[in-house]
């Protein structure tokens, strides 16, 4: 490995330590994946984040496979085809933030209670129906949800940020979660007003220029 891809793969590790800082995610729940050459980089399964080493992220190719000794996530289908489908991602974040997954275990999306809503892409940040972990279903059912945005919730499971660097989509992990807070607060008092989707579509043409915009 070049000095370039060690730094690559070690800015997966800090990202990995900074969810759980963040309290987006819990243990090894969450996993990381980062465009590189004609594939990616991405977690290996079921490693503490604090004994990762760049010799430990996993180098997938394009199609689907992989060297190393570490054996990449369980979710490497859907970070893989995020990766294929969009060419205006190259890092895509998934973890379970206890407010995004709660609402996901609602099988609810976020609609446009905020106008931050709209640093998603839409007016509303999409709930994908219920498939079983690292199974073709569920990353069909990413894929759909992610159809013109950059995040997702996945029914009973968790959440799904992307952005054109990892900062990007580590930012829309933090704004997504901080969302699903929102929602489910005012859910305690009642069904919350929205905003319209002109009002969205307002925002995010003023949000051109916006500092974390992709």
């Given at each position: 490995?070049?000095?370039?891809?060690?730094?690559?793969?070690?800015?997966?590790?800090?990202?990995c330590?900074?969810?759980?800082?963040?309290?987006?995610?819990?243990?090894?729940?969450?996993?990381?994946s980062?465009?590189?050459?004609?594939?990616?980089?991405v977690?290996?399964?079921?490693m503490p984040?604090?004994?990762?080493?760049?010799?430990?992220i996993?180098?997938?190719?394009?199609?689907?496979?992989w060297?190393?000794?570490r054996?990449?996530?369980?979710?490497?289908?859907?970070?893989l085809?995020?990766?294929?489908?969009?060419s205006?991602?190259?890092?895509?974040?998934h973890?379970?933030?206890?407010?995004?997954?709660?609402?996901?275990?609602?099988?609810r999306?976020?609609?446009?209670?905020?106008?931050?809503?709209?640093?998603?892409g839409?007016?509303?940040?999409?709930?994908?129906?219920?498939?079983?972990?690292?199974?073709?279903?569920?990353?069909?059912?990413?894929?759909?949800?992610?159809?013109?945005?950059?995040?997702?919730?996945?029914?009973?499971?968790?959440?799904?940020?992307?952005?054109?660097?990892?900062?990007?989509?580590?930012?829309?992990?933090?704004?997504?979660?901080?969302?699903?807070?929102?929602?489910?607060?005012?859910?305690?008092?009642?069904?919350?007003?929205l905003l319209?989707?002109?009002?969205?579509?307002?925002?995010?043409?003023r949000?051109?220029?916006?500092?974390?915009?992709?």
């Open positions: 490995m070049n000095q370039q891809d060690i730094q690559k793969r070690q800015s997966i590790i800090d990202a330590r900074r969810m759980n800082a963040l309290g987006v995610n819990q243990g090894t729940s969450g996993n990381i980062v465009r590189h050459a004609d594939g990616m980089l977690t290996p399964t079921s984040y604090d004994a990762m080493q760049p010799e430990d996993v180098f997938m190719n394009g199609d689907g496979e060297q190393g000794a054996q990449p996530s369980s979710e490497w289908r859907f970070h085809d995020i990766l294929r489908a969009r205006d991602v190259n890092a895509v974040v973890a379970h933030p206890p407010y995004c997954t709660s609402l996901s275990i609602l099988e999306p976020i609609p446009p209670i905020h106008y931050m809503v709209a640093v998603a839409g007016s509303d940040i999409r709930c994908a129906p219920y498939a079983t972990f690292g199974t073709d279903e569920l990353s069909v059912n990413a894929l759909a949800a992610l159809e013109e945005r950059k995040a997702c919730l996945l029914a009973h499971h968790g959440m799904i940020a992307t952005g054109t660097t990892l900062d990007k989509a580590m930012w829309l992990t933090v704004e997504v979660e901080t969302l699903a807070r929102q929602y489910l607060t005012c859910l305690q008092v009642e069904e919350p007003p319209s989707d002109a009002e969205i579509q307002n925002v995010i043409a949000m051109s220029n916006y500092g974390h915009r992709d």
